[in-house]
Structures are given as C-alpha cells and as structure tokens.
C-alpha cells in the first residue's frame, strides 16, 4: 500500500454470493472489467480499490440499492481513514454520487463530467471526479476509448 499512486473509490460493496467475499470493484461486474483495463494500460502505476459504503445497501427483498446520505456520512470516517493509510496522490471518484458527496465533505462543489476531469487538491492529494465506469459500459459504450485516454490522461498528467 505504500507504493499506492492510484486510489479507486466506488460507491458501495456488492452483494456476495456464496462463501467468497468479492473484492471492491471486482473484475465480475462492468465496473470491475473496466477498472482493470485501465490498470493493464497503466503498467508503472500502482493502483488501490475501494468504495465509500463498505457494505451492500440491500432494500427489504435484499436487492441492492444505492446508499442513503445517512450511510455515506457513517462510512465517510473509515474512507479517510483508508486514505491516510494508503496514502494515494490520486484518487479517482467514480460516479456523480460517490463524486458529490466526497467533494462536498470535503468543501468543494461537485463539476460536470466531461472527458477533460477537473482535478481537486485537498491537502497534498488530487481528487478526481470520472464517470463511473458502469455508466460507460452500459450507456456510452462507443465513447469507451474516450473514457479510457481520459482517465489515462489525468493520471499521467498528476503522476
């Protein structure tokens, strides 16, 4: 974790299946796929997973569902606490809503995502807004290559 240039923060954990645990932002879900070819393309840079909500917020028929404020705001301690730890000079937030809630917490507004990321530096470590790569698989497929220069390009850029 020391050599950690690179942090991912999804918005919440999975819901496991079986007996195995799934690690944050699985290379099993579109996210995951997409977060790991940017990483192969990356090949001096060293990379860390996580997400802010550190359970699966499931709904009453145990479906997952996104997180509420109230459950963001009660796993937000343990995201810094990981940060300090890791100690990343990047962070990557994936998605408006993990992206807006981390940049307000942290007394910045959240920006329109477009392919040229805005960048925020809060006390020596840049801060980046993306899409989240879900949304890239699912509704902006031929923009794919895009997505993945650009999140390439802003690494390079503050690496």
Known sequence: ???TNVMWVGLSAK?????????????????????????A???SVFFYRTNLVKFPPLDFDGKLRYPTFDECVLCYPELLIEIQKVNPRIVLLLGSKTATFVLNQLGFKMPKLSYKYQVFDYKGTWYVPIHHPSYIMVYKRKEKAQ?????????????
């Open 147 to 159: 997505y993945v220069q650009a999140v390439k390009d802003i690494v390079k850029q503050l690496l």
């Open 15 to 39: 819901k496991d299946i079986g007996v195995k645990k799934s690690l944050p932002l699985n290379v099993d879900t579109n996210t995951g796929k997409l977060v790991a070819e940017i990483e």
């Open 41 to 43: 393309q990356c090949r």
């Open 1 to 3: 974790m020391k050599n």
